[in-house]
């Protein structure tokens, strides 16, 4: 994952916008890229119900309830806090796949191959290498842009989120499980880049339908040519700015 200092530029982006942004990190991750890369065990082991928990504590000692947008496995916690009734609207960005989605395309398999190849990862917070990083992350942009991003952003993800979502069709009741039928929810937009490999638009897609049952506003919004470091990269602000336009369409 990236750390949220690479936020920065969407914070002010927002705050200009008159919004009041924050960008908390996940339990447990440390200040500084540096401190991160130098204690993965900081986040190691941390689960979908562990994060979601997290955020939702930050989110019940705000004066008020708000917007929720995250990306990757933050759009899934997004969904999940949506769906639980916090946030007045979410914003999930090439979202991990929820229970009930099923698409699993090739490439989104070989993307989590550095995490999932080997179980005992499941406790262990795992680094990309630039190569990994370039696949999963910045195929969509130059060689040398992917790097850049490699070298001055990327931190240490746990591996469990990653197991919990692969089995997630598998087990009663998973922590990828979201409310998908609340039509009393704020509403939700899903973004997805049409070349994301760790994220593929079909799984987003499916995302979608699984919320066919609601009758609370549910849209998604593609991006040609960008995958997953669409939050990240040097077209992020066209991604923010979309996100902006839609929550004005809503009224927010």
Same mark, same amino acid.
């Given at each position: 994952?990236?750390?949220?200092?690479? !936020?920065?530029?969407?914070? &002010?982006?927002?705050?200009?916008?008159?919004?009041?942004?924050?960008?908390?990190?996940?339990?447990?991750?440390?200040?500084?890229?540096?401190?991160?890369?130098?204690?993965?065990?900081?986040?190691?082991?941390?689960?979908?119900?562990?994060?979601? +928990?997290? %955020?939702?504590?930050?989110?019940?000692?705000?004066?008020?309830?708000?917007?929720?947008?995250?990306?990757?496995?933050?759009? !899934?916690?997004?969904?999940?806090?949506?769906?639980?009734?916090?946030?007045?609207?979410?914003?999930?960005?090439?979202?991990?796949?929820?229970?009930?989605?099923?698409?699993?395309? !090739?490439?989104? !398999?070989?993307?989590?191959?550095?995490?999932?190849?080997?179980?005992?990862?499941?406790?262990?917070?795992?680094?990309?290498?630039?190569? &990994? %990083?370039?696949?999963?992350?910045?195929?969509?942009?130059?060689?040398?842009?992917?790097?850049?991003?490699?070298?001055?952003?990327?931190?240490?993800?746990?591996?469990?989120?990653?197991?919990?979502?692969? +089995?997630?069709? %598998?087990?009663?009741?998973?922590?990828?499980?979201?409310?998908?039928?609340?039509?009393?929810?704020?509403?939700?937009?899903?973004?997805?880049?049409? &070349?994301?490999?760790?994220?593929?638009?079909?799984?987003?897609?499916?995302?979608?339908?699984?919320?066919?049952?609601?009758? +609370?506003?549910?849209?998604?919004?593609?991006?040609?040519?960008?995958?997953?470091?669409?939050?990240?990269?040097?077209?992020?602000?066209?991604?923010?700015?979309?996100?902006?336009?839609?929550?004005?369409?809503?009224?927010?």
């Amino acid at each position: 994952m990236v750390t949220r200092q690479q !936020l920065g530029p969407w914070v &002010e982006h927002f705050r200009a916008a008159g919004y009041a942004p924050l960008a908390p990190g996940w339990p447990g991750e440390p200040d500084t890229v540096t401190s991160a890369r130098e204690h993965p065990e900081a986040v190691a082991d941390v689960g979908i119900d562990d994060a979601t +928990a997290h %955020f939702a504590q930050i989110i019940d000692a705000l004066p008020a309830a708000p917007i929720i947008v995250g990306h990757s496995f933050g759009g !899934l916690i997004t969904e999940k806090l949506l769906g639980e009734g916090r946030g007045i609207a979410g914003v999930a960005i090439d979202p991990a796949q929820i229970k009930g989605v099923l698409p699993l395309p !090739l490439a989104q !398999l070989r993307a989590g191959l550095p995490a999932l190849g080997n179980p005992a990862n499941l406790h262990k917070a795992i680094s990309l290498t630039s190569k &990994e %990083f370039r696949f999963g992350f910045g195929n969509a942009v130059s060689e040398q842009e992917s790097d850049e991003l490699f070298e001055q952003w990327t931190i240490p993800s746990p591996a469990r989120p990653l197991f919990q979502a692969a +089995a997630a069709n %598998f087990v009663p009741h998973s922590q990828a499980k979201v409310n998908t039928g609340n039509a009393d929810r704020g509403p939700l937009l899903l973004i997805s880049g049409l &070349e994301d490999h760790t994220v593929p638009d079909v799984v987003t897609r499916s995302t979608l339908k699984q919320y066919r049952d609601s009758t +609370a506003v549910t849209e998604l919004r593609q991006f040609e040519g960008r995958g997953h470091s669409l939050t990240v990269d040097s077209g992020w602000k066209d991604v923010a700015d979309a996100v902006l336009a839609w929550l004005a369409d809503q009224g927010l």
